[in-house]
C-alpha cells in the first residue's frame, strides 16, 4: 500500500480501529499514542506489515463499554514513526490520511475490532488546504490568545504566526481539551472554516463559563 494517496479508491475498504474516546486524527494531522493493551499492541503490529493504517474513532457514548457501538465517522491514519519500550509498550505517532464512514462493523477472529470503511465523502481530505483561504484566522489567533491568557498559559507564537491555516485549525482542533462530542463536530465538520468556527464557538464558551464563574467568587467574597 502506498505511503501517499491520489485516491480514496487506494484507501482499505476493511480497517482496523482503535476506539479511543476524546482522541481526535484529521487529515495530515499528528496524533502521539501511547500503546500497552495487549490487543492493541497486536492491531498495530498488524498494521505495520499492512500498510501502515488504521483507523482512529470514538465510541458512540461516553464512558461506553467494550463492543459498545462506534461513532459512524473516523479517519484513518498511517503510523509514520513508532518505537518500543523496555516495559513492552509501543510509542506511536499516527498522520492522519481521510476521514471515513462506517458501513458496519464486521465478524473478526482478531481481538482488535474492525470496520467496512466508505471514504467516497471524504476524498477531498487527500488535497491540503482545501477552503484554508476561508478560515477565520484572526478570530481563531484572537481566541486562543485570550484562552491561554486566562489560564496562564504561553504559546510558541512565532510557531503559530508562520503555519498555514490547515496546519493550525487541525492541530488545535486535535489537541484542544473538549470532550467526546464536540471532537466528533470537528471531525465531521464539513469544511476547515467550519471547524475553525466550531473550534471558537467551543473556546468562547469556556471563557465566558471562566468569566462566570471568576464573577461568582468575586461577588462571594464581598
Given at each position: ?40 499492541l ?55 490520511i ?13 481481538p482488535?475490532?474492525q ?16 477552503g ?8 481563531l ?39 467526546l ?42
Open positions: 500500500m502506498p505511503a501517499f494517496y491520489e485516491t480514496v479508491d487506494q484507501l482499505p475498504e476493511q480497517l482496523p480501529v482503535f476506539p479511543l474516546e476524546g482522541a481526535l486524527l484529521l487529515p495530515r494531522g499528528q496524533l502521539p499514542l501511547n500503546i500497552f493493551e495487549p490487543r492493541y497486536s492491531m498495530f503490529e498488524d498494521a505495520l506489515g499492512r500498510g501502515r493504517v488504521l483507523g482512529i474513532i470514538q465510541p458512540g457514548d461516553e464512558a461506553a463499554d467494550d463492543g459498545a457501538p462506534l461513532q459512524q465517522v473516523g479517519c484513518v491514519g498511517r503510523i509514520t514513526s513508532f518505537s518500543e519500550t523496555d516495559d513492552g509498550r509501543m510509542i506511536v505517532s499516527l498522520t492522519g481521510a476521514r471515513f464512514r462506517v458501513n458496519q462493523e464486521l465478524q473478526v477472529l482478531t482488535y475490532r470496520v467496512e470503511a466508505d471514504y467516497r465523502a471524504y476524498g477531498n481530505d487527500l488535497i491540503a488546504d482545501v484554508a483561504l476561508d478560515v477565520n484566522r484572526d478570530g489567533v484572537d481566541v486562543l490568545r485570550r484562552y491561554l491568557e486566562a489560564n496562564n498559559m504561553s504559546a510558541d507564537w512565532e510557531a503559530i504566526e508562520q503555519s498555514g491555516n490547515e496546519a493550525l485549525v487541525n492541530s488545535l482542533s486535535i489537541i484542544s481539551p473538549y470532550g462530542k464536540e471532537k466528533q463536530a470537528l471531525l465531521e465538520a464539513e469544511s476547515l472554516a467550519e471547524r475553525a468556527e466550531i473550534l471558537i464557538a467551543l473556546t468562547e464558551m469556556v471563557l465566558a463559563q471562566m468569566a462566570m464563574a471568576t464573577g461568582s467568587n468575586d461577588n462571594s467574597v464581598q
